[in-house]
């Protein structure tokens, strides 16, 4: 590329003459067009930087994301493993102990060393503290809480050897096979399905086919085998030790009044005699003539992880069938 020329007119000789630019002017060129070269490259680097980033700090943020996401997954787990642990820790205090008549586990108990202040301090040095610190402190909580959950268990074992006869008297397994039922309708206010009016469901209901049997959830003595009008065949028995169970809407009845039974005989069948919109069991349990949740009394047949799932389904269970 050919360079530039410049010329100025000369009115002495009539001429235009070529100008020659003196050194400092070439260098002041040169350094004019170096440092606006600079200035652009500068503006590019910096854009290229906070648009895209190294390759170092791309690195960075990938793993900070995926940190992210393995702890949001943990906060999950955690969030549904203290849930089991506290439905665990419900039923022992409500009815485990309640039926023992032990006193329930206090919260110093429940909560000892939980409080180790030091160790959070030395915590909260270490980069990203506050997660850390958050997650470790529910760890601990969760650990804690099972410690204590198992001393309390054996507390309850040692106690149910030395109440071997009243623990078969009370009602501990589910009254039909849990895997030839669905669980329809649970315990509390629900909709009737007849009238459609919300009302207090003092039991569970379990929709099976008709003719599925039905068992007796503990020991006891039948004292009522007969056919009632809403409620249609019906078997109570009394378990004593103030318990009672109920099952309605039978299609027949295998017992009659005065007969003594046995925790898992067969006592009748599903049907859906009554005021029954399909086949189906409707089961209670009383203490001291005061309905109960069923759900509390299948402990001899739910692992913790099947009662947890067990009570999530009670509780969204709202198509009462009777």
């Known amino acids: 590329m050919a360079r530039t020329q410049y010329y100025r007119y000369n009115p002495e000789t009539d001429n235009y003459e070529r100008v020659f630019p003196t050194l400092a002017r070439r260098m002041a060129s040169v350094a004019k067009v170096g440092i606006t070269a600079f200035l652009l490259g500068c503006l590019f680097f910096l854009i290229a930087y906070n648009v895209f980033g190294t390759p170092g700090e791309r690195r960075l943020q990938e793993e900070n994301s995926m940190l992210k996401q393995q702890y949001e997954l943990l906060n999950r787990r955690l969030d549904n493993s203290l849930q089991v642990m506290e439905n665990i820790r419900y039923r022992d205090d409500n009815f485990y102990r309640v039926m023992l008549q032990m006193e329930p586990l206090s919260d110093v108990h429940r909560n000892a060393g939980l409080n180790n ?9 270490m980069s990203d503290n506050g997660l850390v610190k958050y997650v470790t402190q529910r760890v601990d909580m969760l650990d804690r809480q099972i ?11 040692e106690s149910a050897v030395s109440q071997k006869d009243k623990i078969a008297h009370i009602p ?19 909709r009737d399905p007849v009238s459609g009016i919300a009302k207090f469901h003092p039991g569970l209901d379990f929709a099976a086919p008709e003719g599925t049997p039905v068992f007796a959830t503990a020991d006891g003595e039948v004292v009522v085998a007969e056919r009632k009008n ?3 065949n019906v078997i109570e028995i009394n378990h004593g030790f103030n ?5 309605m809407h039978l299609a027949d009845m295998t017992v009659n009044k005065g007969d003594f039974v046995k925790r898992g005989d067969r006592i009748g069948t599903v049907g859906r005699t009554g ?30 992880a099947n009662y947890a799932d067990f009570v999530t389904a009670a509780e969204n269970a709202a198509d009462i069938m009777d």
Request: a positive charge; aromatic letters at 12%.
């Open 172 to 190: 501990a397994i589910l009254p039909i096979d849990r895997n030839k039922a669905v669980l329809s309708g649970g315990y509390g206010m629900r």
């Open 230 to 232: 809403n409620d249609g």
């Open 117 to 125: 202040e030091k160790r959070y301090r030395e915590l909260s040095k």
């Open 243 to 247: 318990y009672m169970s109920g099952y």
């Open 275 to 304: 005021k029954a919109t399909a086949p189906h069991l409707h089961y209670e349990v009383r203490f001291r003539g005061e309905a109960q949740n069923p759900v509390n009394f299948g402990f001899m047949e739910l692992t913790p």
């Open 147 to 157: 410690y204590a959950q198992s001393l309390s268990f054996d507390q309850l074992k």
